[in-house]
């Protein structure tokens, strides 16, 4: 198997080359050749030997530092996240699929998948030959080295992957046996039910025993808070498991046990008398209720002359059970002896065997204590969470939420002085004043959390509104907070950003009746209370504003949301493709969607399909080629295996085309679903390509706000305006202004930089200056890298390029971004100085970088992203390569002079760089 997994092939013969284990690392083909050729030796000496090679710890070390790990999760509709997905596996490749994962590592016959993929009369006319023809989609859909074909069946490789059934047997099988073991592992379980997407009799038998499974681990769980003494929490979750459960009698008699334990006798018998009076007759309950009556007064001489003389005396601690003839199936594995383990889920069961409820519950309620009557007095606050879905997060993150959440209340118009920011593990807590009503900050994280996203980096966000009980002290009585597991894993299970969570009380009040209604589609959480809504981030819809090439049109596919409800698209920038089992793909307005129960559809996966142009530069092939692509049938672009920048790449690399043949072979080009636009220029342009003025340039000056840093994020440089306008209002002095020329205002400049230029002869020209260098300090330890930035400056470092940065900002801001980065810069920083006249486009600090790089300006390149840094670079002819990741600011600067280079991204210049 091992020769299969690394080579694609079991057919080789000693010896064997490195090179022929093409799906292993270059850095472990030379070893794992070695030991194989020892293994595949007739000498025991030599396979031992082999054998100890294999099992060296440094070999074991580098192949888990040359290895991504796959992860499989079955405890839900079935999920693959694979390194690098070429292709989604498809319905018809799922259920081989999970036959392979639930045998884990070991080989599955031919036969075997046969009768779990095909019941009678679906088996095909060769089903060698298919299961053929799956295992080579499934092979390419995981990569080679994930499936082996071995004589007479097949295998998959998992032991060095993450399999959340396994992970979930390795967490209760642990000793001593501890709750946490048990949350953590029914935490495992996703909405749905297990293998729900999975067809087949083998995925049928296996959903059965891995619901037992479950429903195992919920009576363990309870047995063991009972064995500890915790009586309130176990019969606070058995009574949530009884509502969903009623038939199962193991669960009733730890409930009665658990009321019997908080001396809560006269509850436990009301319970049984339900039981006795539908009919039950399990005789350890029974005899349970014959205890209840006594303790309670109600017992008589002839019901205890009936008494089963067999039948334990005492039921608190006899934790075996005998079930009623109908509730469980045949086969049924009581899960605290013999637990069912992946090895027994096969098809051994009768096909549609039943279970009391196909729906588990995901977690369980949570009792709500709000104290004595005569206790101490408990005030009712709104309390509102923004915690990062994805765990704990560094200072820089952190702030950058903090500045989110302040936006957010600042748009609500919520008075500082009715409610208190609160750090937690994962995040900021908002808790309003006692009974102060928090709506306005619901309305207002609906309105702009969508836009406000991209500011976090592209971290998830996880929002919960809840009311909270809190004593005097400040200590937690009680919360409706709705259920974290549930809302996490709805989540997990979308393309979105964010997802906002309501409890109950939050939902009926603000959503259900009332205005807010409108906003979004809450749905429920199932089981736990609560509603969640799912928030993806903003979309621009400006179709003549290219994105870049390297952020896919298509993504997914994504599982369907539990309830079957379609995801809403992102805006007019963006379209939800629905992936249906048959292998079609459709729209949300067809047909197909409105005649299919929610049911079904929650087994189905979607696309979402990105509807920007993207742009690619072509220098390579010839200077001036350009070509434009965006999705015109998203329909045809979701089912396509083809992506344009891929065929693009494959044509030039494939033909080694350059010039006039390029043209030729490129123009024809058709991607399905795509609209393709070229754009050859007539003549070869004179100017001097990005790379070959990076590639060859005796010196290179990098601009520090825009091209590596963005150091203050979209509109939250408007307060250093208003910072400054205050200033100058405060110390403003008529005559300080020059002769009829008033004093400017905020209004007049889009940032800090301008404002200094306008006041670079007025008196108050150096106060604020010192306060824009504080806010500038400040921004530097928030600032954002830009994508690359970083890779360019330590490329350039190490071919010993001569390197400088300028700015017109702050040289201490500058200088204290690179150090918190660590980037290195042999020509060092050149900022603003005192005299704010000198500030660019005065090339004051163009010409001070020059100095100190000792080069003339010619020889050299600025890379800028501003038409002051454009125009000093020209005032000294210093070529200039302006670069911005937006049309607007790429448009700028082509509006003031249309022969400079632009790119929109640093990856170019990096791979210029490395050619030096």
């Known amino acids: 198997m091992l020769l299969q997994l690394a080579a694609g092939t079991t057919r080789l013969v000693p010896p064997l080359r490195p090179p022929q284990l093409r799906h292993l690392p270059r850095n472990l083909q030379t070893a794992f050749a070695t030991a194989l050729n020892k293994l595949l030796s007739r000498l025991l000496n030599s396979q031992t030997e082999g054998l100890k090679l294999l099992l060296d710890p440094e070999l074991m070390r580098l192949a888990r530092e040359g290895y991504t790990q796959r992860f499989y ?28 994962l639930l045998r884990h590592g070991r080989k599955v016959t031919t036969d075997e998948l046969a009768a779990g993929l095909w019941g009678s009369g679906e088996r095909p006319d060769s089903p060698l030959e298919e299961l053929a023809g799956l295992a080579r989609r499934l ?52 909405s749905g039910t297990p293998l729900a997407n999975v067809l087949g009799p083998a995925a049928r038998t296996a959903r059965t025993r891995l619901t037992q499974l479950r429903l195992g681990l919920y009576r363990s769980r309870a047995e063991l808070d009972l064995e500890l003494g915790e009586f309130e929490r176990a019969a606070t979750e058995l009574e949530s498991l009884l509502a969903l459960y009623p038939a199962r009698e193991d669960f009733r008699r730890l409930y009665l046990i658990a009321l019997r334990r908080q001396g809560r006798t006269e509850e436990a018998l009301e319970v049984y008398e339900e039981y006795e009076l539908s009919g039950g007759d399990n005789p350890e309950l029974m005899a349970l209720g014959r205890e209840l009556r006594e303790e309670f007064g109600g017992g008589s001489e002839e019901t205890a002359d009936e008494e089963d003389p067999e039948a334990p005396t005492d039921t608190d601690t006899a934790y075996g059970f005998v079930a009623a003839p109908d509730e469980h199936p045949d086969g049924f594995v009581d899960p605290e002896g013999d637990r069912p383990t992946i090895l027994d889920l096969r098809p051994e069961l009768p096909e549609g065997t039943p279970l009391p409820l196909d729906d588990v519950p995901e977690s369980l309620f949570a009792g709500e204590d709000t104290g004595d009557e005569d206790g101490p007095e408990i005030d009712t606050h709104d309390r509102i969470r923004y915690a990062f879905a994805d765990g704990r997060q560094p200072g820089a993150a952190r702030d950058a939420l903090r500045r989110l959440v302040h936006e957010l209340l600042d748009a609500g118009e919520v008075p500082l002085e009715n409610y208190r920011l609160l750090d937690t593990d994962d995040g900021i807590a908002v808790l309003m004043n006692a009974y102060v009503d928090g709506s306005a900050l619901l ?21 919960e509104f809840s009311k909270v009980g809190l004593q005097p002290d400040g200590s ?62 903003s979309l621009p819809a400006d179709d003549d504003t290219p994105t870049g090439p390297d952020e896919p049109a298509v993504r997914g596919p994504f599982p369907m949301p539990y309830d079957g409800t379609v995801p809403r698209s992102r805006g007019e920038a963006t379209a939800i493709v629905l992936a249906l089992p048959d292998g079609e793909f459709a729209l949300p307005e067809s047909p197909t969607l409105r005649t299919t129960p929610a049911s079904l559809r929650a087994g189905w996966s979607y696309y979402e399909v990105d509807l920007r142009p993207r742009e690619l530069v072509l220098d390579a092939v010839r200077p001036g080629v350009t070509v434009r692509w965006s999705v015109d049938d998203p329909v045809l672009a979701a089912g396509s295996p083809l992506d344009p920048r891929r065929v693009i790449a494959d044509t030039v690399t494939d033909a080694s085309l350059t010039g006039r043949a390029a043209e030729a072979a490129l123009r024809p080009l058709r991607v399905p679903g795509y609209t393709l636009r070229w754009s050859f220029p007539a003549t070869p ?12 340039a005796a010196g290179v000056l990098l601009g520090f706000d825009g091209v590596l840093a963005h150091l203050y994020p979209s509109g939250s440089e408007q307060s250093v305006l208003l910072d400054l306008e205050r200033l100058a209002m405060e110390g403003g002095d008529p005559e300080g202004a020059l002769p009829g020329r008033p004093s400017p ?54 071919s010993g390029t001569r390197t400088a940065v300028v700015t017109d900002r702050a040289t201490t801001a500058a200088t204290r971004y690179l150090a918190r980065l660590d980037l290195p810069v042999r020509g060092g920083v050149h900022g603003r100085g005192t005299d704010l006249t000198r500030l660019m486009p005065h090339p004051h600090v163009l010409t001070e970088a020059l100095d100190v790089l000792g080069a003339p300006a010619s020889a050299c390149v600025l890379v800028g992203s501003t038409v002051a840094g454009l125009r000093a670079a020209r005032a000294i002819s210093l070529p200039f390569i302006g670069f911005s990741g937006y049309e607007t600011v790429r448009r700028e600067l082509r509006g003031a002079d249309p022969d400079v280079p632009v790119v929109w991204g640093l990856a170019a210049l990096v791979a210029a760089a490395r050619r030096r």
């Open 476 to 537: 937690e009585v009680y919360s409706d907070l709705p259920g974290r597991e549930l809302t996490q894993a709805a989540l997990n299970a979308s393309s979105a950003q964010a997802v906002i969570a309501l409890s109950d009380s939050w939902h009926d009040t603000e959503i259900a009746d009332a205005p807010l209604g409108t906003y979004a589609p809450f749905r429920p959480l199932v089981p736990r209370p609560g509603w969640y809504c799912l928030v993806h981030q």
């Open 745 to 798: 205002t905020v209004a007049e400049h889009s940032d800090s930089l301008g404002l200094l230029r306008a006041f670079a002869h007025h008196d108050l020209a150096q106060p604020l200056r010192r306060r824009a260098d504080l806010h500038d300090m400040q921004a530097a330890d928030t600032a954002r890298p830009v994508q690359s930035a970083a890779e360019l400056l330590r490329t350039l470092h190490a």
């Open 73 to 100: 999760y079955l405890l839900g509709p079935l999920r693959v996240e694979t390194p690098d997905r070429r292709q989604p596996i498809t319905v018809d490749e799922l259920p081989m699929l999970a036959m392979l």
């Open 443 to 463: 309305r207002a994280t609906l309105d702009l959390l969508p836009d406000r996203m991209r500011r976090l980096g592209g971290l998830r966000v996880r929002v």
């Open 685 to 696: 342009p004179r100017r001097r390509s990005p790379e070959d003025l990076i590639a060859n």
């Open 139 to 190: 092979n390419s859909a995981l990569e080679p080295g994930a499936l082996a074909a071995l004589p007479g069946g097949y295998a998959l490789h998992t032991s060095a992957d993450y399999v959340d059934l396994i992970e979930c047997e390795r967490l209760v099988a642990q000793t001593p046996r501890e709750r946490a073991h048990y949350d953590q592992a029914l935490a495992l379980w996703r």
